[in-house]
C-alpha cells in the first residue's frame, strides 16, 4: 500500500504513569509525527497546558482504577469501559481517516490489531515493557498475557502491521516466540530529551536537601515501589555494604504499594529509615525514601552510584536518565533493556553470571523472583553484588571512567535521533519502501 500523503494517529492510555506517560508526553509536545493523539483519560494525564491541546481526544475512561482495582464492581467498570472505548476508537478512526496509526502498551495495541482489519490502515504496535512479564503473576495477568500473545501471533500475517521493538530482547521475543517476519519487526528505542534532563541535573535542588547532599556519599535508586523494581535486594545488599561504609547513605525515590513493606524491611534489617511522609528529615537517617521526585535527575547527579535491582524491564527510562546525569550504573542485567543501553556490543546469547564490566556501566546477574525477608541469609547473588559495590567505591578510578563516558552514550537515545529514526520509518511505509531489518 502506498499513500500520497501520509495521516497519522497515536493511540496511549496516559501522558503521565511510568515509563510509558514519558514517551506518549515527548511525542506529543516535541515529536511531529502524529497529527491526532486519543488517550484514555485526558483529565488525570495531561497538564493544564495541553488539556485545551486540539491534537488531543480524551475518551474518558479510566483503565488503571488504583487500589480499587481488585474489587469485583471496580473491574466490572473497567471492562464496560475499555469495551466502550473500542467503539469510541472506531468512530474516531471513521472521522479522522488515519493511514498510519501507532499504539502505546496492551490493550491501545489490541484496539490497533482488530480496527486495522476495518479501517485498513497500518497499525504500528509498540510495548513498553517485556512482553513476557507484567507487574504481577496473578491468575488473571497469566490469562491476558496468553489471550495477548494469541492476537499477536494471530495478526502476524497481517502485512499492514509492525511491530516496534525498543530493546533487543523484546524484537528477539516477536520473531522468536511469536514467528513475526523480521521485516516486520523495527528496532527503535525510547527517544529522551538529553539537554532538558542535563539541564534539570544542575538545578539546585531543595533547599533542606542542599547541604545534606554537598556533604555525604550516597548510592541511589529511583523507581516505583513494586515487585518489578526489586527494591528488597537494594535494601538487604546495602545493610551489609554498611558494615564497610557506615556513612554511606541509600537514597531511593519512588511511590509505590511495597513502600510500607520495604520500610519494614529496611528497618528490621537494622538501618534508621527515613520517610518522607512521616519523618522530620535529618542527616542521622541510613535509608532515605523521599517519595515521588518531580525532578530526580538533580538528586541523581549528587549520588555515587546508580544501582538498578529490577527483575525485568522493557528499556528502562533511569538507566538512560542516570547515564544524562553522569553518574556511573550498575544494574541487573534482566530482561529487558539494561544490556542493550550499558554493554551494546555484548552477544546478546552470552548469559551473565559474574559481574560484568562493560562499556557504559556494569551488568549483574538477575535475582529470583523472590521476595526475602531480614532474617535470610544473603544468596550468591547478593553476596556477589555487595562486593561488587564494595570494589568500585573503593576505587574511584573506575567511577570516574563510567561518570566521563555517560553523557555519550546518553546522547545516543536523544530525542533528534530518535525522531529521526521515527520519521525514515513513517516515510518508507508511507511509500512502500519499507527495507528488511
Same mark, same amino acid.
Given at each position: 500500500?502506498?499513500?500520497?500523503?501520509?495521516?497519522?494517529?497515536?493511540?496511549?492510555?496516559?501522558?503521565?504513569?511510568?515509563?510509558?506517560?514519558?514517551?506518549?508526553? /515527548?511525542?506529543?509536545?516535541?515529536?511531529?509525527?502524529?497529527?491526532?493523539?486519543?488517550?484514555?483519560?485526558?483529565?488525570?494525564?495531561?497538564?493544564?497546558?495541553?488539556?485545551?491541546?486540539?491534537?488531543?481526544?480524551?475518551?474518558?475512561?479510566?483503565?488503571?482504577?488504583?487500589?480499587?482495582?481488585?474489587?469485583?464492581?471496580?473491574?466490572?467498570?473497567?471492562?464496560?469501559?475499555?469495551?466502550?472505548?473500542?467503539?469510541? #476508537?472506531?468512530?474516531?478512526?471513521?472521522?479522522?481517516?488515519?493511514?498510519?496509526?501507532?499504539?502505546?502498551?496492551?490493550?491501545?495495541?489490541?484496539?490497533?490489531?482488530?480496527?486495522?482489519?476495518?479501517?485498513?490502515?497500518?497499525?504500528? /504496535?509498540?510495548?513498553?515493557?517485556?512482553?513476557?512479564?507484567?507487574?504481577?503473576?496473578?491468575?488473571?495477568?497469566?490469562?491476558?498475557?496468553?489471550?495477548?500473545?494469541? #492476537?499477536?501471533?494471530?495478526?502476524?500475517? *497481517?502485512?499492514?502491521?509492525?511491530?516496534?521493538?525498543?530493546?533487543?530482547?523484546?524484537?528477539?521475543?516477536?520473531?522468536?516466540?511469536?514467528?513475526?517476519?523480521?521485516?516486520?519487526?523495527?528496532?527503535?528505542?525510547?527517544?529522551?530529551?538529553?539537554?532538558?534532563? /542535563?539541564?534539570?541535573?544542575?538545578?539546585?535542588?531543595?533547599?533542606?536537601?542542599?547541604?545534606?547532599?554537598?556533604?555525604?556519599?550516597?548510592?541511589? *535508586?529511583?523507581?516505583?515501589?513494586?515487585?518489578?523494581?526489586?527494591?528488597?535486594?537494594?535494601?538487604?545488599?546495602?545493610?551489609?555494604?554498611?558494615?564497610?561504609?557506615?556513612?554511606?547513605?541509600?537514597?531511593?525515590?519512588?511511590?509505590?504499594?511495597?513502600?510500607?513493606?520495604?520500610? *519494614?524491611?529496611?528497618?528490621?534489617?537494622?538501618?534508621?529509615?527515613?520517610?518522607?511522609?512521616?519523618?522530620?528529615?535529618?542527616?542521622?537517617?541510613?535509608?532515605?525514601?523521599?517519595?515521588?521526585?518531580?525532578?530526580?535527575?538533580?538528586?541523581?547527579?549528587?549520588?555515587?552510584?546508580?544501582?538498578?535491582?529490577?527483575?525485568?524491564?522493557?528499556?528502562? *527510562?533511569?538507566?538512560?536518565?542516570?547515564?544524562?546525569?553522569?553518574?556511573?550504573?550498575?544494574?541487573?542485567?534482566?530482561?529487558?533493556?539494561?544490556?542493550?543501553?550499558?554493554?551494546?556490543?555484548?552477544? @546478546?546469547?552470552?548469559?551473565?553470571?559474574?559481574?560484568?564490566?562493560?562499556?557504559?556501566?556494569? /551488568?549483574?546477574?538477575?535475582?529470583?523472583?523472590?521476595?526475602?525477608?531480614?532474617? @535470610?541469609?544473603?544468596?550468591?547473588?547478593?553476596?556477589?553484588?555487595?562486593?561488587?559495590?564494595?570494589?568500585?567505591?573503593?576505587?574511584?578510578?573506575?567511577?570516574?571512567?563510567?561518570?566521563?563516558?555517560?553523557?555519550?552514550?546518553?546522547?545516543?537515545?536523544? #530525542?533528534?535521533?530518535?525522531?529521526?529514526?521515527?520519521?525514515?520509518?513513517?516515510?518508507?511505509?508511507?511509500?512502500?519502501?519499507?527495507?528488511?531489518?
Amino acid at each position: 500500500m502506498r499513500y500520497k500523503t501520509k495521516k497519522v494517529l497515536l493511540i496511549t492510555t496516559d501522558f503521565v504513569q511510568g515509563g510509558l506517560g514519558k514517551q506518549s508526553y /515527548l511525542w506529543l509536545t516535541k515529536f511531529k509525527i502524529a497529527s491526532k493523539f486519543v488517550v484514555f483519560d485526558v483529565q488525570e494525564s495531561l497538564s493544564e497546558v495541553s488539556k485545551e491541546d486540539s491534537k488531543v481526544i480524551s475518551l474518558n475512561c479510566k483503565i488503571w482504577l488504583g487500589s480499587k482495582a481488585g474489587k469485583m464492581l471496580y473491574e466490572l467498570k473497567r471492562v464496560f469501559c475499555i469495551l466502550k472505548s473500542a467503539f469510541y #476508537i472506531l468512530s474516531i478512526l471513521k472521522k479522522e481517516k488515519p493511514n498510519i496509526v501507532i499504539s502505546f502498551s496492551y490493550i491501545p495495541n489490541i484496539y490497533n490489531i482488530f480496527s486495522s482489519y476495518l479501517n485498513r490502515h497500518y497499525a504500528i /504496535l509498540v510495548e513498553h515493557s517485556y512482553p513476557k512479564f507484567d507487574l504481577n503473576k496473578s491468575i488473571k495477568t497469566r490469562i491476558f498475557l496468553k489471550i495477548l500473545s494469541s #492476537i499477536y501471533k494471530i495478526s502476524k500475517n *497481517n502485512k499492514h502491521i509492525y511491530f516496534i521493538a525498543i530493546s533487543k530482547d523484546i524484537k528477539r521475543f516477536y520473531e522468536y516466540e511469536i514467528g513475526i517476519e523480521p521485516e516486520r519487526v523495527v528496532y527503535i528505542p525510547n527517544a529522551y530529551d538529553i539537554h532538558e534532563i /542535563l539541564h534539570k541535573s544542575q538545578q539546585p535542588v531543595q533547599y533542606f536537601l542542599r547541604d545534606f547532599l554537598d556533604n555525604i556519599e550516597c548510592i541511589i *535508586n529511583v523507581g516505583r515501589l513494586t515487585k518489578q523494581k526489586g527494591q528488597w535486594y537494594l535494601l538487604r545488599i546495602f545493610s551489609n555494604l554498611k558494615r564497610y561504609f557506615p556513612n554511606l547513605k541509600l537514597l531511593i525515590l519512588g511511590d509505590g504499594e511495597l513502600k510500607q513493606k520495604l520500610v *519494614n524491611l529496611s528497618e528490621n534489617l537494622g538501618m534508621r529509615t527515613f520517610v518522607w511522609d512521616r519523618d522530620i528529615f535529618s542527616s542521622n537517617f541510613d535509608v532515605y525514601f523521599l517519595g515521588y521526585q518531580k525532578n530526580p535527575f538533580n538528586i541523581i547527579s549528587k549520588g555515587r552510584l546508580f544501582v538498578l535491582t529490577s527483575l525485568w524491564e522493557g528499556l528502562p *527510562n533511569v538507566i538512560i536518565e542516570a547515564l544524562a546525569c553522569q553518574i556511573p550504573i550498575i544494574s541487573t542485567d534482566c530482561k529487558s533493556g539494561p544490556r542493550d543501553i550499558l554493554a551494546p556490543n555484548l552477544d @546478546e546469547d552470552v548469559k551473565i553470571k559474574q559481574p560484568y564490566f562493560a562499556d557504559y556501566g556494569i /551488568l549483574m546477574p538477575e535475582f529470583s523472583n523472590n521476595y526475602k525477608e531480614h532474617l @535470610e541469609p544473603l544468596d550468591k547473588v547478593e553476596r556477589m553484588w555487595v562486593e561488587t559495590i564494595k570494589f568500585v567505591l573503593m576505587n574511584p578510578h573506575i567511577l570516574s571512567e563510567y561518570k566521563n563516558k555517560a553523557l555519550q552514550r546518553a546522547y545516543d537515545f536523544d #530525542i533528534g535521533k530518535v525522531h529521526e529514526m521515527w520519521e525514515n520509518f513513517i516515510e518508507n511505509l508511507a511509500d512502500g519502501k519499507i527495507q528488511s531489518r
